[in-house]
């Protein structure tokens, strides 16, 4: 019996011992074949990491000047190479650099070793190594369709609850007033759940478990709302008209938002109302002979490179000149004449009397002061088809009467109050005007915002215009504009520009505004400058590319934001306000902050 128990236990010792020592063994044979393996495959690539971890740093130098590049997705795939860089790096400079002396030699000899690791790693680049890069390449591309995948059922999701909630609210109005029945309890319950999830995606742009729960039990909510009011016709009514209400108030709400865009763009900031009171009050306080200009004998000088600027703006006219002024190679050839209207004339004239722009030479003047302006032209101003004042505006027409303002000059260059001067402007007085009156940038490519076509302005239904003009000639920008005056007299075309107006008033030739007169007076009258003296967009487009605004001679912000406004778009304001000191004292009186 002793001896049957004993073999019992040897037997039993046996098996165990099988079931200990067999994973043991088993696994040890599988370790030593993945070492093997991992090992020839490092010895394999060990060479090729060694010396393309100089390549690659040689190229990265090799590309700075051309500017960033995105690195490859193949560097952070295989993050097993860093570290086999590293090692094998630390391994090579111990043992060919038993001191710094021949760290300094190594580096000394860095031309030869990176022809010779340019060699190497062309003949060592294994096959293997490239199957592993194309099949990372293709896990990635997996990967990103997955995901994009993912987000397109997420998106479809959340329109599907959008949708439940829509119908669940149809449902409720099928309801009698002032109902509280278990259906109508549960609609609301679901209601409220299901635009708590969809508020959740949106937010965290993921759909959780728990939505796709509700989205469930809505649409139980639904099936059971489906058997009580089963009338199809009445829910279809329910929906359009549900539809419509929600139409009317998004129309209301988009008229309401551009009333008030309009009425921020037309209505003048507290702060420089303040400025101007200020500055008028200031200017009263003077004596006669303190409130004149110096150099005023350069006025009437043909030879001298003369800008006009029509503006009721202080700080417009103060941004125009000094941007003028301070790119200018030969300020004292420059003369800027601002023409505003009798009520800002003070302010505008104090302001440039405390902060004269250098050598330039500066004029201000009121157009009040042209008494044949009012005589002449009668009540031509006062008979514009608009309620904005900035195509009423007197100063807004003057351009069209450049000839008559400064008789004794043969060329001048227009520049609207909402410009920036960023080039030195001489060079516009040697551009070749070929016989025409206005030199002006092109606005007809397609391609851009600034695009404008003739009949978006002008009313090419009308036999006249239709006879007259070509829909599909060039369009151009005011703004920025080279008139030869002595071509202009002698063409007369401020008697053109009389005679469409008058037109205008008989019937619609064309939209409110001085660009569409300037187009049809200026017909087949001006040559295309080219586009970088004059960018436009920057009062209403958001997508103008840095370089462009950069390489300008000149940046318009036409548009109703402009740069002086809270509504002004932040991007473009640094242009605008870097030529404004808000440490003066009347800015700082006035709380005018950049």
Wanted: aromatic fraction near 10%.
């Amino acid at each position: 019996m002793k001896q049957v128990r004993r073999w019992q236990r040897i037997l039993i010792l046996c098996m165990l011992s099988v079931s200990v020592i067999a994973p043991v063994v088993f696994l040890s044979n599988r370790l030593k074949n993945f070492t093997s393996v991992g090992r020839e495959e490092f010895i394999e690539e060990l060479p090729i990491t060694t010396f393309s971890a100089d390549i690659r740093l040689n190229a990265i130098e090799q590309e700075a000047d051309e500017g960033v590049k995105e690195p490859k997705l193949d560097v952070y795939k295989d993050k097993k190479i860093v570290s086999v860089v590293s090692y094998s790096t630390a391994i090579e400079n111990i043992g060919n650099a038993g001191d710094t002396s021949n760290v300094l030699e190594n580096n000394g000899t860095n031309g030869e070793i990176k022809e010779q690791n340019q060699q190497i790693e062309q003949k060592t680049v294994s096959p293997a190594s490239r199957q592993k890069q194309q099949a990372n390449q293709t896990a990635v591309r997996h990967d990103l369709n997955v995901q994009a995948s993912l987000h397109r059922v997420t998106d479809e999701k959340v329109r599907e609850m959008k949708d439940q909630v829509v119908r669940a609210k149809a449902y409720l109005n099928f309801a009698p007033p002032g109902s509280n029945s278990h259906l109508v309890k549960e609609l609301k319950l679901r209601i409220k759940e299901v635009e708590k999830a969809v508020g959740a995606v949106t937010k965290d742009s993921d759909l959780s478990k728990s939505a796709l729960r509700k989205m469930k039990a809505m649409e139980a909510s639904l099936y059971k709302a489906s058997r009580v009011y089963p009338d199809c016709t009445a829910m279809a009514k329910k929906l359009r008209a549900m539809t419509y209400n929600a139409e009317e108030l998004v129309r209301a709400q988009k008229n309401e938002a551009t009333y008030l865009v309009q009425l921020a763009a037309r209505t003048t900031p507290k702060g420089l109302h303040c400025l101007s009171m200020q500055l008028t009050t200031e200017y009263f306080s003077l004596q006669l002979e303190e409130r004149k200009f110096s150099n005023q004998q350069k006025l009437h000088d043909p030879n001298l490179h003369h800008f006009a600027v029509f503006s009721d703006n202080v700080l417009a006219c103060a941004v125009v000149v000094n941007s003028t002024a301070f790119f200018a190679t030969e300020p004292e050839k420059i003369v800027i004449h601002v023409v505003t209207d009798s009520l800002n004339l003070p302010a505008i004239s104090m302001w440039f009397l405390l902060n004269p722009p250098g050598k330039v030479t500066i004029q201000v003047q009121s157009i009040d002061e042209f008494s044949w302006l009012s005589t002449k032209y009668n009540s031509t101003f006062k008979k514009q088809n608009s309620n904005d004042a900035r195509y009423t505006s007197a100063l807004n027409h003057l351009r069209f009467y450049l000839p008559d303002v400064f008789p004794a000059l043969n060329k001048i260059v227009l520049l609207d109050h909402d410009v920036v001067v960023q080039r030195d402007l001489s060079r516009l007085w040697s551009v070749n005007m070929k016989g025409k009156v206005n030199g002006a940038v092109e606005t007809c490519k397609e391609t851009e915002a600034s695009f404008r076509h003739m009949n978006m302005f002008i009313n090419f239904s009308d036999p006249l215009v239709a006879k007259r003009f070509d829909v599909k000639a060039c369009t151009w920008a005011f703004g920025m504009n080279l008139f030869d005056l002595r071509e202009w007299r002698r063409r007369n075309l401020t008697a053109v520009y009389h005679k469409y107006l008058q037109l205008g008033y008989k019937r619609p030739l064309f939209k409110a505004g001085s660009l569409p007169l300037g187009w049809i007076t200026f017909y087949n009258q001006t040559v295309a400058l080219d586009r970088r003296w004059h960018v436009l967009g920057l009062g209403y487009d958001s997508g103008i590319g840095r370089p462009d605004i950069e390489r300008a001679a000149v940046i318009h912000y036409d548009g109703i934001m402009k740069p002086w406004l809270e509504i002004g778009l932040v991007k473009y304001k640094g242009y605008w306000t870097k030529y404004i000191k808000y440490d003066h004292p009347f800015l700082r009186r006035c709380n005018i902050q950049e």
